[in-house]
């Protein structure tokens, strides 16, 4: 039998265990600043396929998190409508990290620290299959976009802009 190489657990994988989630792990060299287009090529599957996990705030300083197709960025403007808000805003990398308990381009949205709304770009939810972060920088884990809605409540939008 080979000998698959060891990930340590991460708050995200401690959850998506506790809550009987099948996952695969995809560890992969991370380059900062590299973003979705390195864990992309490095995992051979498409960018739109790989999932950004972004914390976000409302205009009151509320915590949210969008998730986003890798090959997209997010329409502030768009979300801020679709759920109620005045404005939305990408939050410091430093607020970021203490909302979520995870290093800024190692966030996942499962296992966060804080627990807060999740949004989820509506295109995202008919793949079938996503790459999303696991918890740790060069770290993925591959999962069914419906673990999204049954696990986090995500709620669907429709914000993305081509990148």
């Known amino acids: 039998m080979a000998k698959k190489e060891h990930i340590s657990e991460t708050p995200a994988t401690q959850f998506l265990r506790r809550q009987g989630a099948l996952f695969t792990e995809h560890p992969y060299t991370y ?13 051979g599957v498409d960018e739109h396929q790989v999932v950004k996990t972004l914390v976000m705030q409302d205009e009151s ?14 329409s502030t403007k ?15 990398p430093e607020v970021a990290q203490r909302h979520s308990g995870f290093m800024v381009g190692g966030t996942s949205p499962f296992g966060t620290k804080k627990v807060m709304p999740v949004y989820v770009e509506q295109g995202i939810l008919l793949l079938p ?5 696991g918890g740790r920088r060069g770290y993925l884990v591959g999962i069914v976009p419906d673990l999204l ?10 914000c993305a802009l081509d990148d």
Do not use: F
């Open 129 to 133: 299959k996503i790459y999303i972060n």
């Open 149 to 158: 809605a049954t696990l986090l409540k995500a709620k669907a939008v429709n």
């Open 61 to 74: 300083a509320k915590p949210l998190i969008v998730l986003m197709h890798g090959d997209c960025k997010v």
């Open 31 to 43: 380059e900062e600043h590299g973003g979705t287009s390195v864990s992309a090529r490095e995992l």
């Open 78 to 92: 768009n979300l801020a409508r679709q759920i109620g808000c005045k404005s939305v805003e990408p939050c410091k």
